[in-house]
């Protein structure tokens, strides 16, 4: 289990940046990710752990890889559907046999179904002991729950209580530190939808100064008009202690050496 904690949080810094592309298991081919292989690869190198379903994994990723994989293991409805009716979809064998370092599910806190994602939580923690397998808890926020410190906390701490040894959960403005607080595992952001490259890099910075330990991030890297500088602009500001403003000139001066090269080429 600590070895494989160890392996996705940086030495040095004690956090991670991990790149989320497993959107594809409820909203089908999304922005970014229609062809994952060719979204996935550049990004690898400059990812601490990758977090992905095991379909993506077997046919857009490169066996070869040295990142780290976490694995989704929950699913069921599409975007079309009742998002919260989840339920476990991969077996622990086949985590294993993907050679995975951790497994992750979503809890609905609040909505229709959050019973059985939650006790979803309990039980693949119960497989995942037998194993050393850490799990990622993700607080999935439901259309009607606001993304504040007291659900966040709540849902973050329902996580660590069942057992998650890592929640991922929104970033709020107001007392982000108090979720942060109230959790006694660590906490790494989903980065949402996407915003803009400084909006992103702001997040970044304002949880990690609030006691994030990483960023589970998406959307703001794949999606982005350079993913390659903006995965490195994030790690900066993860790993470096890179301000914002210092984070946005490196995006921007890596995005420009992008362009350059392309020109010689």
Do not use: W
């Not at 066996?63 to 559907?81: C, D, E, N, Q, Y």
């Not at 659900?151 to 660590?160: E, P, Q, S, T």
């Amino acid at each position: 289990m600590k070895n494989r904690l160890a392996r996705i949080f940086n030495q040095k810094s004690g956090k991670t940046v991990m790149l989320a592309v497993d959107h594809g298991y409820f909203q089908g081919p999304t922005t970014g990710l229609k062809k994952p292989r060719e979204t996935i690869m550049p990004l690898l190198p400059h990812s601490d752990c990758l977090f992905v379903t095991r379909g993506i994994l077997r046919n857009c990723v490169s066996p070869a890889t040295s990142t780290p994989i976490f694995l989704r293991v929950s699913g069921g409805p599409s975007v079309l559907g009742e998002l919260s009716n989840e339920d476990i979809t991969t077996s622990m064998k086949e985590a294993l046999r993907l050679n995975a370092v951790g497994v992750g599910t979503s809890i609905f806190v609040g909505e229709k179904n959050e019973d059985r994602t939650i006790s979803n939580l309990g039980r693949l923690v119960n497989e995942a002991e037998e194993y050393g397998m850490p799990v990622l808890a993700i607080t999935a926020v439901g259309k009607e729950m606001a993304r504040d410190a007291r659900y966040l906390g709540l849902a973050c701490r329902i996580a660590a209580e069942m057992g998650a040894h890592i929640v991922k959960t929104y970033y709020c403005a107001e007392d982000f530190d108090k979720v942060v607080e109230g959790c006694p595992v660590p906490i790494v952001i989903a980065g949402g939808k996407k915003i803009s490259e400084r909006d992103a890099l702001q997040m970044a910075f304002n949880a990690i100064s609030k006691g994030a330990a990483g960023v589970d991030m998406g959307r703001n890297i794949f999606q982005s008009e350079n993913s390659v500088a903006m995965i490195q602009a994030v790690r900066a500001v993860v790993h470096d202690n890179y301000g914002v403003d210092e984070a946005f000139e490196l995006f921007n001066k890596l995005k420009e050496k992008k362009v350059v090269d392309s020109v010689v080429e």
